[in-house]
């Protein structure tokens, strides 16, 4: 990450709540069971800065863009695929790719 704070306030906009852990110098937000997105911006760190491409499944796209919205955080257009499913590419200030895919209600 090129700024921890700048980082730090994009990922508590993007997730809608503070990191869950400060361990150190990193700051983690529970993903899932086992799965954590975590910023660090220890210079041993600094290679893997802009290359990460992560896609969550989401219930509620339109929900979290409007609150990205409120934040002053955009996004590419919202693609809806032959099966239904709408995913959207989100740049954090990094350039790393998070990605949000919702699929059809059944």
Known sequence: MSDRET???????FFGRP????IGEELLWQVGE???VVIDDRQVRAARVGGTMITFG??????????L??????HDPVETYGN???HVDIIDP????LSLAQAPAE
């Open 34 to 36: 086992n799965a954590w």
């Open 69 to 74: 919205a409120e934040h002053g955080i955009g």
């Open 84 to 86: 239904g499913v709408r």
């Open 58 to 67: 989401v219930t509620d796209l339109d929900d979290i863009l409007a609150r």
């Open 7 to 13: 980082s730090r306030k994009w990922f508590e906009a």
């Open 94 to 97: 990094d350039g790393n790719s």
């Open 19 to 22: 990191a869950d852990e400060i």
